[in-house]
């Protein structure tokens, strides 16, 4: 069982920063590949970027690719979101995510506000 824990969220003017921090629980942290996804009302919740296990190569969707960072620190059984020039439309509830290899995503976190003003 991994429980993950978000923080990080808040209210920001467009084009600015912030950084999202996803902590897991357990002992096996870099077995576990860890994705960050958005949701908000009425959409399905969609991918935004993950860091593999193991190596921590990094995916992106092709609308944050550019401006946003996954980063991992094994160590600290935590994975970090580094969100720059934001836009409105980012505006979204924020959920870090973790999937065993060759696994679906299976534990999630209860989420983070992301508001960007225009």
């Known amino acids: 069982q991994v429980q993950l824990v978000e923080s990080g969220g808040g209210l920001v003017q467009a084009g600015g920063s912030l950084r999202l921090s996803c902590a897991a629980s357990?002992?096996?942290?870099?077995?576990?590949?860890m994705g960050w996804f958005r949701q908000t009302p009425g959409r399905h919740r969609e991918f935004v970027a993950s860091?593999?296990?193991?190596?921590?190569?990094?995916f992106y969707a092709d609308s944050v690719k550019g401006r946003f960072t996954i980063s991992r620190d094994n160590a600290r059984n935590t994975v970090y979101l580094q969100m720059n020039s934001l836009k409105p439309e980012d505006s979204a509830v924020y959920y870090c995510?973790?999937?065993?290899?060759?696994?679906?995503?299976?534990?999630w976190g209860q989420g983070t506000q992301v508001t960007v003003s225009s």
């Open positions: 357990g002992r096996t942290f870099n077995s576990y590949t």
């Open positions: 995510a973790a999937a065993r290899a060759g696994e679906n995503y299976e534990y």
């Open positions: 860091s593999y296990w193991g190596s921590g190569s990094p």
